[in-house]
């Protein structure tokens, strides 16, 4: 682009040098003609002038000749005159006057009429300057002609020497004109003939007014300065005209006259000619510009457009190498001679040969091919002979020996013409992936055997309620084989289909059914009792796939519940009969308490009652022995009332309904020793309590037990100046446990089994008082709590009773 | 005006002779058996007190003082007994005295739901039964008020 910038600057500026040139040498060629025109018209009216002087010379001389002579043949003069005027075609009159200005002479006049002329400057000037010669001056309109005209004149010469009148003759304006007219100037040139004092003594072309320019001074700067240095010659340019046109003036001096010669030409037309050319070229100029620039920028775009396809190229390589090149598999383009044309360096990470290596060897493949496999390739072989594609799996032993399976494809490749060009090959390391694979299949192999193994029969179903799978204790228990399964409806094997349907629409709905009873309906029509645990179970993306049902068969659960029915129903029978037995013995035991507590008790106040009326009433006919029977038998009767009581209040125990509630423990053993203390005033007896815990049981049974204990420890501390009697205990979250201590007589413990019986004593009888039914009673009240109850002891140290009671309830505080 | 005869202050409902006797004797060492009148069992009680039977003659208008009644009876029991007069508008206010040798808990709560006046059970030894007798032969014979018809 710069160059042809500088190209189109070298030739604008060429082109202006030139036109430049050519503006000069146009100025100068219109100086030059205008010069020459000027110099030419100059010479040409000189010679006319030179004609008309001597015209006016000759007259003159006539005349003065004649006047010589002494005087004027009028006749004669007035032919020559005329001669001379015809041969003259420059003027039109030629004319003499007296010394007065009268014309006298010449054509046209008549004398008689006394044309005085003497106001005419040309009469002035020679009248008065004698030695003027031949005057010129400015155009006037003739009188006798009537036309314009410049005068010419020269003086007559008396022979005295005086003047004596001028010869004139009238040059025809038009006839200067005419020989102005005959050079060509150009529409808006000019010619003009001027005397020394620049007035305008003809021009052409003729002004419309021309009274108004004609013999009018009109000066030019540049013509005044060529006429005051006295120059012949000068050009000059100037606006300063009369109609204002720019114009190159040549003026020239007329060879021996006082005038000038003033050739104009318009600047306008002149240069005409160069402007035209100058267009031209201008034209051209830009033209040549122009194509320049179009050709150029063509170029460039052409330039621009073979860069682009270059670097589209260049792209397309560079695509080509990165497809090619950057493969992750190994792959390969093999030609139509199975000859290899490509290998992408990715081979050698998959095999640990190099491209080259495969390049140089073509049946490297077929070498590094595990030989066990290479029957599959063979087979791949054959199967692209009659296909576009194909693939194959097959190991290879890599150069470092391992083993790697390849994940084989091919296709043919064919060229824009549909010509066949090889195959395009992708060979991927498939090793991991056929481990996982193959781990699957254990996997699968494995969770499929369970599946198969079990017992129960498994069915999964679709949402559609199609069977999905089974296994084969499904087989079994509908005598149908899988295919046979797969695809139907799974309701449709059941003694109640819609049930069945039911059953696994709320599978789906609520996500799972337990023990779901069904009967499953066996080919051959015998049913069979299950009960169906199912959930859904979903994919990895937690989307239902379907439900797993598994069937439980409980053909013999139902057996057995039906053998549980029955065994209930006799164990019914026989709870109900031995309730009633033991409600009958219920009513003996009551009976028999009754009639203890009434028909005992009646006997034995008979014999208390009449054995003291005998010592009441007949003690004088007894003696001493038989009153110390009498009160022996008193004395019994008194115990086995006693005896009665304890008896009747320990049966009574294992039948009174139990009230249960807390029970303060502390208060209660404060109670009950305060009752029991009052009893015995004559005793010292100390109570320590350590903490025994609030209780929860029946207040009126704790009372009795808690009574029986400490009233024992009374008991066994007897022979003690000071008995001590401890009750505490302890809690734990499941149960309270309370013991008696005292610092009494104690008690061996190989006899500790006997102290809880009724009537059984592990004291000696009569040592100490009591029935035998107290420590039988606490451990009554203990069992009906739910409690254990335990002693010990050490003979002459003391006894420790222990209980616990169960905690039902938590009581609250102490 | 009731006749001499026909006043009775104890009514004495019991089967056992032996009971009866040492009753009898408890109360007589309080001299308090003048009019004393021994039923043997329940059905005879009855008889006495609503005036049939064997008692169809007597004056309805003159009724003991207190009955002294034992529960196990022959033929009508004692709570039979207790539950015919206190159901009845004309002996409901005859003091009933049940003097059994029973102690069940069953028994006691019967009979004061049945509107028993005193619930004793008979000792086993004699010196406190005379005790026990005596002291409720005083009370109803002698210190308590019954309405007059």
């Known amino acids: ?814 | 005006m009731a006749h001499e005869d026909d006043i009775v202050e104890i009514l004495l409902v019991e089967d056992t002779p032996a009971d009866a006797e040492l009753t009898i004797r408890a109360l007589k060492k309080h001299s308090l058996v003048n009019s004393l009148v021994w039923v043997k069992d329940g059905a005879e009680a009855l008889d006495f007190l609503f005036a049939t039977g064997a008692y169809a003659g007597r004056d309805f208008g003159c009724q003991p003082k207190v009955v002294l009644l034992d529960l196990r009876l022959p033929r009508v029991s004692g709570i039979e007994v207790l539950r015919r007069i206190k159901n009845d508008e004309r002996t409901r206010t005859i003091p009933v005295v049940v003097l059994t040798s029973s102690k069940e808990d069953v028994d006691i709560e019967e009979c004061y739901k049945l509107g028993v006046n005193s619930y004793i059970t008979k000792p086993v030894s004699f010196d406190e039964f005379v005790k026990v007798v005596g002291e409720l032969g005083l009370y109803w014979l002698l210190l308590n008020k019954i309405p007059h018809e």
């Not at chain 1, 031209?280 to 033209?287: F, I, P």
Request: with cysteine.
């Open chain 1, 1 to 814: 682009m710069a160059g042809v910038a500088l190209i189109n600057l070298f030739v604008f500026g060429f082109v202006a040098l030139f036109l430049y040139q050519n503006y000069v040498e146009s100025e100068r060629s219109a100086e030059l003609t205008a010069q020459n025109l000027s110099r030419l018209l100059a010479q040409d009216i000189a010679g006319d002038m030179d004609k008309v002087d001597l015209t006016l010379v000759s007259a003159a001389d006539e005349v003065q000749r004649q006047l010589t002579g002494g005087d004027i043949d009028r006749q004669a003069l007035n032919a020559f005159l005329e001669r001379q005027q015809r041969r003259l075609p420059t003027i039109f009159s030629l004319r003499i006057t007296d010394a007065n200005g009268i014309v006298l002479l010449g054509s046209d006049v008549d004398p008689a009429a006394r044309q005085n002329n003497s106001d005419r400057e040309y009469f002035v000037r020679q009248r008065d300057a004698p030695g003027a010669g031949l005057v010129i001056v400015k155009p006037v309109f003739t009188r006798l002609d009537k036309r314009w005209a410049i005068p010419v004149s020269r003086p007559i010469r008396l022979p005295d020497g005086s003047f004596g009148g001028v010869v004139y003759a009238n040059i025809s304006l038009d006839h200067v004109a005419n020989t102005l007219a005959t050079i060509d100037v150009g529409q808006h040139g000019s010619v003009s003939l001027r005397d020394v004092e620049q007035r305008v003594l003809a021009v052409y072309p003729v002004p419309v007014d021309i009274d108004k320019v004609i013999g009018e001074k009109l000066a030019i700067p540049e013509l005044q300065e060529l006429i005051r240095t006295g120059r012949d010659a000068g050009t000059y340019v100037t606006a300063h005209t009369v109609d204002g046109v720019e114009r190159k003036f040549a003026a020239n001096r007329l060879p021996d006259y006082p005038l000038y010669v003033v050739v104009g030409r318009a600047t306008e037309e002149y240069m005409a000619r160069w402007r035209d050319q100058a267009l031209k070229t201008a034209l051209l100029a830009v033209l040549f510009c122009l194509t320049t620039l179009v050709s150029s920028w063509l170029a460039y775009r052409g330039w621009r457009r073979q860069q682009v396809a270059t670097m589209e190229l260049a792209r397309e390589e560079e695509k080509f190498h990165t497809v090619a090149d950057y493969t992750y598999d190994w792959e390969y383009w093999e030609g139509p001679a199975q000859e290899i044309l490509f290998m992408s360096p990715s081979c050698e990470r998959v095999t640990g040969y190099s491209p080259s290596e495969f390049l140089a060897e073509p049946d490297l493949l077929y070498r590094i091919t595990l030989p066990e496999d290479l029957h599959l390739m063979t087979a791949h072989r054959h199967d692209v002979e009659h296909e576009d594609q194909a693939a194959v799996d097959f190991r290879i032993v890599r150069r470092d020996g391992e083993i790697r399976w390849i994940a084989h494809g091919c296709r043919a490749v064919f060229g824009h013409n549909g010509k066949f060009m090889g195959r395009r090959v992708n060979n991927r390391d498939v090793t991991e992936r056929k481990q996982v694979e193959h781990e699957m299949r254990l996997a699968y192999a494995y969770n499929r055997s369970l599946i198969e193994a079990s017992v129960d029969p498994l069915v999964t179903i679709g949402p559609d309620g199609k069977i999905t799978d089974v296994n084969s204790a499904t087989e079994a228990v509908t005598g149908r084989a899988r295919n046979e399964l797969i695809g139907t409806e799974f309701s449709d094997y059941f003694s109640d289909p819609a049930h069945a349907r039911a059953g696994y629409q709320q599978v789906f709905r609520e996500g799972r059914v337990r023990d779901y009873e069904l009967e499953l309906r066996h080919r051959d029509g015998h049913l069979t009792p299950v009960r169906y645990n199912a959930s859904i179970y979903r994919d990895d993306a937690g989307q239902i796939l379907g439900v797993f049902a598994a069937a439980r068969d409980i053909s013999e659960q139902r057996q057995a519940e039906a053998a549980v029915h029955r065994l209930n129903d006799e164990l019914e029978q026989r709870v109900a009969q031995r309730t009633a037995e033991l409600e009958a013995a219920n009513k003996e035991l009551e009976e028999f308490s009754y009639s203890i507590s009434h028909d005992l008790r009646t006997p034995l106040r008979a014999i208390s009652g009449f054995a003291q009326i005998l010592v009441d009433e007949h003690s004088t006919s007894l003696d001493s022995e038989g009153l110390r029977l009498l009160d022996v038998v008193g004395t019994n009767t008194a115990r086995m009332g006693q005896l009665i009581d304890e008896l009747l209040e320990f049966l009574q125990l294992g039948r009174r309904p139990m009230e249960f509630g807390p029970v303060d423990t502390v208060q209660l053993v404060e109670e009950v020793f305060a009752e029991l203390q009052a009893s015995v005033p004559e005793r010292r007896l100390q109570l320590e309590l350590k903490n025994p815990p609030a209780l929860w049981g029946d207040r009126t049974m704790i009372r009795r037990l808690l009574k029986n204990l400490v009233s024992n420890a009374i008991k066994f501390t007897r022979p003690r100046r000071q008995a001590v009697i401890e009750v505490g205990g302890s809690r734990d979250a499941h149960e309270g446990h309370y013991w008696v201590k005292d610092n009494g007589v104690g008690f061996d413990m190989k006899y500790v089994d006997k102290l809880f019986r009724v009537f059984e004593h592990a004291h000696p009888a009569g040592q100490f008082e009591g029935s035998g039914t107290g420590l039988a009673m606490v451990r009554r009240i203990v069992a009906r709590h739910g409690g254990r109850v335990w002693a010990e002891g050490q003979v002459d140290t003391g006894s420790t009773f222990h209980f616990t009671l169960p905690i039902k309830e938590a009581p609250n505080g102490t």
